[in-house]
């Protein structure tokens, strides 16, 4: 299995600009994980889903955020308009119904905004 | 609710010598465990996890974490520091169930290895 699939891995903006990041969970996997990772904050959970529903919003910062799962193969990250404080490591992991809670995260999505 | 603590933002050992990570969580019902590491510019990769089996856990790269009930704490060790064992490591706890996904992550502890 390819693993939890991130793109782009480095995404420089300028401020004001609408920012995509997109995750392709492992295959079989019906959790679905968007973190983020700074400095100052460590890692936060944004939000998660299951089998495509989103569950947990309670992290997402603001309405600049948005995320949607529109299959199960399949989820966006959208910031809009995006500011230089959303700069940070934007991590996704995805995990099965079975076994014991473990999440696989993929490589990030290193964030800048100018 | 659930919570973790990790004691040390850093850690510094010399190659050869033990490695002890420190982590102590907070919650409701019985928990699983999990100490994640990250290597620079990479994501988080499971080193190993407690789920109500044994209380020993031996994980990859010859780390090792024992779940202490009484004083809710999850350590992690490694007998001997290599060079390689530098990163960042994080503690992880949810309340456990197929049907609860949420991991709460400590605020990690970086590990450096000198020469």
């Known amino acids: 299995d390819a693993g939890v699939i991130q793109s782009p891995r480095h995404e420089v903006t300028e401020m004001g600009q609408e920012v995509t990041l997109r995750c392709k969970p492992i295959s079989g996997h019906d959790y679905l994980f968007w973190y983020r990772q700074t400095m100052m904050r460590g890692l936060e959970l944004l939000i998660y889903f299951n089998n495509n529903v989103p569950i947990d919003d309670s992290g997402m910062p603001e309405d600049r955020f948005s995320a949607k799962m529109p299959n199960a193969s399949f989820s966006t990250l959208k910031i809009q308009p995006s500011e230089p404080r959303d700069s940070a490591v934007y991590f996704c992991?995805?995990?099965?119904?079975?076994?014991?809670?473990?999440?696989?995260f993929g490589p990030g999505t290193r964030l800048t905004v100018l | 609710a659930q919570s973790v603590t990790q004691l040390g933002s850093h850690v510094s050992v010399s190659e050869g010598a033990l490695v002890l990570l420190r982590c102590n969580y907070s919650?409701?019902?019985?928990?699983?465990l999990f100490w994640y590491v990250q290597y620079p510019n990479q994501g988080l990769q499971l080193l190993l996890k407690y789920t109500s089996a044994a209380t020993l856990v031996k994980g990859i790269n010859g780390f090792e974490a024992e779940f202490k009930k009484s004083e809710t704490s999850f350590h992690l060790t490694k007998p001997s520091a290599h060079m390689s064992d530098a990163a960042e490591y994080f503690c992880?706890?949810?309340?456990?169930?197929?049907?609860?996904?949420?991991?709460?992550f400590g605020q990690g502890t970086i590990l450096t290895v000198h020469p």
């Open positions: 992991a995805s995990r099965g119904t079975s076994g014991t809670a473990e999440q696989f």
């Open positions: 992880a706890v949810t309340n456990g169930g197929t049907s609860y996904g949420k991991l709460t």
């Open positions: 919650s409701s019902v019985p928990p699983y």
